[in-house]
């Protein structure tokens, strides 16, 4: 496993039981999804059958999305995915952490 992924890994396992505002930033498209964070899960690309499912961090959990109108609506499974490929940490602070991957930017903040 990368050190950086690690990383992350170790900052999230250290908040008890967090609600995070988790923000993804995917070409012009930002999402906002507000999460409480249960356990932190790894799935490495190479124990899965399935090419299309890289390694990822999977937050346990449950959380809600903002939609168009600005409501909040529940995510409709009860983790949220976080693909680390390429990952690189551009802040990791007390209460938040800004990150990249090969296809988004991120930031992760304590509510």
Request: charged share 25%.
């Amino acid at each position: 496993m990368e050190q950086n992924v690690q990383k992350l890994i170790d900052w999230l396992e250290a908040q008890e039981h967090p609600t995070l505002v988790i923000k993804k930033q995917e070409l012009d498209d930002l999402d906002t999804v507000h999460f409480n964070l249960d356990t932190v899960d790894y799935r490495n690309a190479e124990d899965v059958l399935d090419e299309y499912l890289g390694s990822a961090l999977i937050l346990r959990g449950t959380g809600n999305t903002l939609n168009a109108d600005g409501e909040l609506v529940p995510l409709p499974q009860p983790n949220y995915e976080i693909a680390v490929s390429g990952l690189k940490l551009n802040t990791v602070a007390e209460d938040n952490v800004e990150l990249e991957t090969d296809r988004a930017k991120y930031s992760l903040a304590l509510s």
